[in-house]
């Protein structure tokens, strides 16, 4: 029976209460008015907006150069230029304060969701082991069964998140506000799916199915031990069957409502499998970095070398995969260069280049130089270090995939981004091995059992 140590307990409350310390700070220090937005601007980017806002109206004035006092209708037609773009640069700079006033906010959401998104990902790695029958990963269903206990917590944060978005509590997703849909036609075509209570309500209905599954397969699994029979098993396999059709399609919409509606204007037909890829290889790298852990105290004597090296694989191959499909969304966007397609991935490029590349090398070249070489799979040292390249590599896909459309340019890494990072770390952390408290480590009735516990490659 495994015991939560008080060193990991209280390493987890130190992350919360550090972490809620910086998305306080990250909450009261955004601006309250437009001119505090403007001079937070400038001191993130240099001379600001407005300087290149203005410039770029005095180019966009036919023979601005040229005209002369003496040319009263040309003087008029300037003049009307200049309140133009004084009204231009003002729209901008309440631009700027809404994407300031956003980002506690979208750093709150992106480390919500990631977490939420491993526990997921996991979910959907033990459903496929149980459909599977799989001989070789019994010994790690209780670690899985132990992760997705965050699902249900995590994921009502995450819609309250929503809901709070749903009530203008801030410019998240900007289809709920109700002046923006009055003059944007593309997004008032919309309505029928875009809108506040039909969006909360199907987040209300995938989040019941993900944790009924969870709620019955750990049920089942844990009645396993006890019975004399199998039928829990073969319960646990056609409830597994059946939720897997499910989640790949409640999957699929949850990654188009919770992150691609943030920019409404913009849509890809690959965006609910590259959200699943992320959150699958996610899973499966936090199954791997708590099974290394347990194993180094003591626990899980009989999980050996030949499961982190499967373990290893599918962290491999899903980040191969990921990369994939990456590309397959990157190229055939940026060849067609469709303007309402390509500007997603400009914005990233020139605003984010950083993140943007960077969170490439984490997640597809640093695990293929590390994971590639059989024998490095079975070294817990390369697992680990892989592992936690590939955890913030997703962190930062995630980051990328929700933060340009919710806060522009103003983005930097400071209090709110380490401070949600840390708290939901230190919330998963605890309530993941507080679950393993509660039923052994070894699920001694799986019919597997056996199999998996002599399984060597």
Do not use: C
């Not at 997703?173 to 075509?189: Q, R, T």
């Not at 605003?351 to 969170?359: A, E, R, S, T, V």
Request: proline share 3%.
């Amino acid at each position: 029976m495994y015991t939560f140590p008080n060193k990991l307990r209280n390493l987890a409350f130190v992350f919360m209460a550090v972490g809620f310390i910086g998305l306080v700070y990250g909450f009261i220090t955004t601006p309250n008015t437009v001119e505090e937005a403007k001079a937070i601007a400038a001191a993130n980017h240099g001379e600001g907006h407005g300087t290149s806002h203005e410039s770029s109206d005095t180019h966009s004035t036919p023979d601005a150069e040229t005209a002369t006092a003496s040319d009263e209708a040309h003087a008029e037609d300037n003049h009307t230029t200049v309140d133009h773009g004084e009204s231009h640069d003002a729209e901008h700079d309440l631009h700027v304060y809404h994407q300031l006033k956003n980002k506690p906010w979208a750093a709150l959401y992106v480390a919500a969701f990631f977490f939420f998104m491993i526990s997921l990902g996991v979910l959907a790695f033990y459903a496929i082991q149980r459909a599977a029958q799989a001989g070789w990963s019994p010994v790690l269903y209780r670690v899985m069964e132990g992760i997705t206990a965050y699902l249900l917590p995590g994921g009502i944060i995450v819609i309250v998140i929503l809901a709070l978005s749903g009530m203008h509590l801030n410019h998240l997703f900007i289809w709920m506000d109700p002046e923006v849909v009055a003059h944007d036609k593309l997004i008032a075509g919309k309505t029928g799916f875009l809108n506040v209570p039909f969006f909360l309500t199907r987040a209300v209905i995938f989040l019941s199915g993900w944790s009924l599954y969870r709620y019955f397969s750990r049920k089942f699994s844990l009645a396993q031990d006890l019975a004399d029979d199998i039928s829990n098993h073969k319960k646990n396999f056609r409830i597994s069957a059946g939720f897997l059709v499910f989640y790949i399609v409640t999957e699929s919409i949850m990654s188009w409502d919770w992150i691609m509606s943030i920019d409404p204007h913009w849509f890809s037909t690959l965006f609910g499998w590259y959200v699943f890829a992320s959150m699958f290889v996610s899973g499966i790298t936090a199954i791997a970095l708590i099974t290394i852990y347990l194993k180094s105290k003591g626990y899980l004597e009989f999980v050996n070398d030949s499961h982190i090296h499967d373990l290893g694989k599918f962290m491999f191959g899903i980040s191969v995969f990921w990369t994939y499909l990456w590309f397959s969304q990157f190229m055939l966007i940026w060849y067609s260069n469709i303007p309402e397609e390509v500007t997603y991935f400009i914005t990233r490029i020139e605003d984010y280049n950083l993140p943007f590349f960077g969170m490439l090398v984490m997640n597809f070249i640093f695990p293929l130089l590390i994971l590639m070489n059989s024998d490095y799979k079975r070294i817990n040292y390369f697992i680990v270090m892989a592992g936690i390249v590939i955890i913030l590599g997703h962190y930062m896909d995630v980051f990328n995939m929700i933060m340009p459309s919710a806060v522009g340019d103003q983005w930097f890494i400071g209090a709110a981004e380490i401070g949600g990072f840390l708290f939901f770390l230190g919330l998963f952390i605890f309530i993941v091995f507080k679950e393993m408290t509660k039923a052994p480590l070894l699920a001694k009735g799986d019919p597997y059992m056996g199999e998996s516990e002599r399984f060597h490659y």
